[in-house]
């Protein structure tokens, strides 16, 4: 009886190890996933603001797919917002210059 106690104990240690793993991995992809999206960090200073090594980083975008979809949209996403960024700032130029000149824009 000892015996099955101290196998359903591992098991539940086996559980609570493996669960604070896939949180930790958990929240370890979506700080990643923040700092690409909302940031201009590159890969190799996101790997050293969350500890791991670049190596790591490809590694799971290659091997996880859902990770590397994560990633792509992220970056899509990045994308996005220097574009609406650089056509606001262009705009902001522009309404200046026509301003200066004494112009309508």
């Known amino acids: 009886n000892n015996t099955k106690y ?3 104990v591992s098991y539940f240690i086996y559980l609570y ?3 604070i793993k896939v949180k930790f ?3 370890l992809a979506e700080c990643i996933l923040q700092m690409i999206g909302h940031n201009m960090y590159t890969v190799a200073e996101i790997c ?3 500890s791991i090594s670049c190596k790591t980083f490809y ?3 290659n091997t996880k797919p859902e990770f590397c979809a994560a990633v792509e949209e992220a970056i899509d996403q ?3 917002a220097l ?3 650089a056509r606001m700032s262009l705009k902001k130029k522009l309404e200046g210059y026509t301003k200066a ?3 309508k824009p």
């Open 6 to 8: 101290y196998q359903s």
């Open 17 to 19: 190890k493996n669960t």
């Open 25 to 27: 991995a958990i929240k």
């Open 48 to 50: 050293r603001a969350v």
């Open 59 to 61: 590694e799971k975008k």
């Open 78 to 80: 990045h994308d996005e």
């Open 83 to 85: 574009v609406m960024l």
């Open 101 to 103: 000149l004494g112009m």
